[in-house]
């Protein structure tokens, strides 16, 4: 989408769609780039209802506030609406193993010192992460992938390994935590489903102790289709999105809402 023509185009598009009195208007650009807060942080952004007020060969506008519009890169998209349609629109945000957005606040519990629990809302500001559901492992190289694929970046710059891994539809976690002496017999690995256009199976990411590198393995029906050895923490992101990342995940989902007048 040429970001410049929809600049110019805008006033033209809107007309007849502000308040005759309004002096300004400020619209949105969803093109599948990811926004950044006033601080420079990566921020989600949230789904919103308005009116389709033009649609053109390159964009959707979307009528939100009285003033206020969204302009959708008509290739993301996964339903065209015609003007006039009331529609929701849910942009991409990053989410947890448990569906939840990433950066929504977390419930932990607490414990007083008479042992009575309780729980507390916490919230995390810039820090948006998706923890695997594993538990604590006792392998110091386990944890260290553990923590490496919760931290590091995606390839997008955008993500977390871990969102890549949730956009693929990861589940159904094992883990591999050896003992310190069963390194080399039972390497500490994880493994997942997943069910991308890319490769519906098994993967599994295991630490090869010998060359002090990761091995990533794609499974169909238990039989072994693909093995990439040497795989370094710093392209390890690389290595998954190209085996399991579609880029679905950068789709603009946009549903029709009813008419009131049929409702």
Same mark, same amino acid.
């Given at each position: %989408?040429?970001?410049?023509?929809?600049?110019?185009? %805008?006033?033209?598009?809107?007309? #007849?769609?502000?308040? &005759?009195?309004?002096?300004?208007?400020?619209?949105?650009?969803?093109?599948?780039?990811?926004?950044?807060?006033?601080?420079?942080?990566?921020?989600?952004?949230?789904?919103?209802?308005?009116?389709?007020?033009?649609?053109?060969?390159? @964009?959707?506008?979307?009528?939100?506030?009285?003033?206020?519009?969204?302009?959708?890169?008509?290739?993301?998209?996964? !339903?065209?609406? !015609? +003007? #006039?349609?009331?529609?929701?629109?849910?942009?991409?945000?990053?989410?947890?193993?448990?569906?939840?957005?990433?950066? @929504?606040?977390? %419930?932990?519990? !607490?414990?007083?010192?008479?042992?009575?629990?309780?729980?507390?809302?916490?919230?995390?500001?810039?820090?948006?992460?998706?923890?695997?559901?594993? &538990?604590?492992?006792?392998?110091?190289?386990?944890?260290?992938?553990?923590?490496?694929?919760?931290?590091?970046?995606?390839?997008?710059?955008?993500?977390?390994?871990?969102?890549?891994?949730?956009?693929?539809?990861?589940?159904?976690?094992?883990?591999?935590?050896?003992?310190? $002496?069963?390194?080399?017999?039972?390497?500490? @690995?994880? &493994?997942?489903?997943? &069910?991308?256009?890319?490769?519906?199976?098994?993967?599994?990411?295991?630490?090869?102790? @010998?060359? $002090?590198?990761?091995?990533?393995?794609?499974?169909? $029906?238990?039989?072994?289709?693909?093995?990439?050895?040497?795989?370094?923490?710093?392209?390890?992101?690389?290595?998954? +999105?190209?085996?399991?990342? $579609? #880029?679905?995940?950068?789709?603009?989902?946009?549903?029709?809402?009813?008419?009131?007048?049929?409702?």
């Amino acid at each position: %989408m040429d970001k410049q023509a929809i600049h110019a185009q %805008m006033p033209k598009l809107i007309a #007849g769609h502000v308040p &005759s009195n309004a002096r300004s208007f400020k619209f949105t650009v969803f093109d599948g780039q990811p926004k950044v807060s006033p601080l420079g942080l990566h921020i989600d952004p949230n789904p919103f209802d308005g009116k389709v007020i033009a649609v053109t060969d390159e @964009a959707i506008i979307v009528k939100t506030g009285r003033i206020k519009f969204a302009v959708l890169d008509r290739t993301l998209v996964t !339903e065209i609406p !015609e +003007e #006039g349609a009331k529609v929701h629109v849910e942009p991409y945000a990053r989410r947890r193993f448990d569906g939840e957005r990433a950066d @929504a606040p977390e %419930m932990i519990t !607490e414990y007083t010192d008479d042992g009575q629990p309780y729980e507390i809302k916490r919230f995390l500001i810039g820090a948006v992460f998706a923890k695997l559901p594993i &538990s604590e492992p006792q392998c110091p190289e386990l944890k260290e992938l553990i923590g490496q694929l919760e931290q590091l970046p995606a390839p997008d710059g955008f993500r977390r390994i871990t969102h890549l891994l949730v956009d693929a539809g990861a589940r159904d976690f094992t883990w591999v935590d050896p003992e310190p $002496d069963k390194i080399y017999e039972t390497p500490p @690995a994880i &493994s997942f489903n997943v &069910s991308t256009a890319k490769f519906t199976g098994r993967a599994t990411v295991l630490y090869d102790r @010998a060359h $002090d590198a990761y091995v990533v393995e794609l499974r169909r $029906d238990g039989e072994l289709v693909k093995r990439i050895d040497d795989v370094y923490f710093d392209s390890l992101g690389q290595i998954l +999105e190209l085996l399991i990342d $579609d #880029g679905s995940w950068r789709l603009i989902r946009v549903q029709r809402l009813p008419d009131r007048k049929n409702r």
